[in-house]
Antibody, heavy 120, light 107 residues
Framework: EVQMLASGGGLVQPGGSLRLSCAAS????????MTWVRQAPGKGLEWVASISDTGGSTSYADSLKGRLTISRDNSKSTLYLQVSSLRVEDTALYYC?????????????WGQGTLVTVSS | DIQMTQSPSSLSASVGDRVTITCRAS??????LAWYQQKSGKVPKLLIY???TLQSGVPSRFSGSGSGADFTLTISSLQPEDVATYYC?????????FGGGTKVEIK
């Protein structure tokens, strides 16, 4: 069974940084791209970033570029998202999602998400 | 960047009704389009990819069509368990833009 467990969320002050993790199981992690998607409270889905199977190719939402780093450790089947210079508007549930192929932003299975709250 | 526009933003229909949701891309995206269903408080679930391919396990009352820039998601006979918000997403480029969502309710 495909499972993804996101963690690392919490309450952080504006201007702070956070590193989110997503531990994956139930599939060959190193063979698939991975993606982060976020959802602000009561709002729609927003694609954040994607990374290819090897980590050699990354892409970021223009609105967030420069403040994000997506990475992965295939030996640990874990995906990461480093977010810096956090703003109140970054408050959201951050989902990690398994890609449908080796690269690109198409996804098929999503984890439960981790909540990031940016507030002073 | 590609923009995805869904319509309507919400709809109310009776059980058994045929429901259609539209998604329009700001430029041609071939058939690189997916549809997701998100029930209240739940994780989004993939329904359709490549514009018209049903994900395994998804009921056949769901169907997708379209190509180029205009796409539709159709529920042939609305069921109470279909109450949810539906999102389209393009994956035609490295960026994976979502539409704004369509909330479907039972009348």
């Amino acid at each position: 069974e495909v499972q993804m467990l996101a963690s690392g969320g919490g309450l952080v002050q504006p201007g702070g940084s956070l590193r989110l993790s997503c531990a994956a199981s139930g599939f060959t992690f190193s063979s698939y791209a991975m993606t982060w998607v976020r959802q602000a409270p009561g709002k729609g889905l927003e694609w954040v970033a994607s990374i290819s199977d090897t980590g050699g190719s990354t892409s970021y939402a223009d609105s967030l570029k420069g403040r994000l780093t997506i990475s992965r450790d295939n030996s640990k089947s874990t995906l990461y998202l480093q977010v810096s210079s956090l703003r109140v508007e970054d408050t959201a549930l951050y989902y990690c999602a398994k890609g449908s192929g080796a690269a690109g932003s198409r996804t098929d299975y999503w984890g439960q998400g981790t909540l990031v709250t940016v507030s002073s | 960047d590609i923009q995805m526009t869904q319509s309507p933003s919400s709809l109310s229909a009776s059980v058994g009704d045929r429901v259609t949701i539209t998604c329009r891309a700001s430029q041609g995206i071939n058939n690189y389009l997916a549809w997701y269903q998100q029930k209240s408080g739940k994780v989004p679930k993939l329904l359709i990819y490549a514009a018209s391919t049903l994900q395994s396990g998804v009921p056949s009352r769901f169907s997708g069509s379209g190509s180029g820039a205009d796409f539709t998601l159709t529920i042939s006979s609305l069921q109470p368990e279909d109450v949810a918000t539906y999102y389209c997403q393009t994956y035609s480029s490295a960026l994976g833009t979502f539409g704004g969502g369509t909330k479907v309710e039972i009348k």
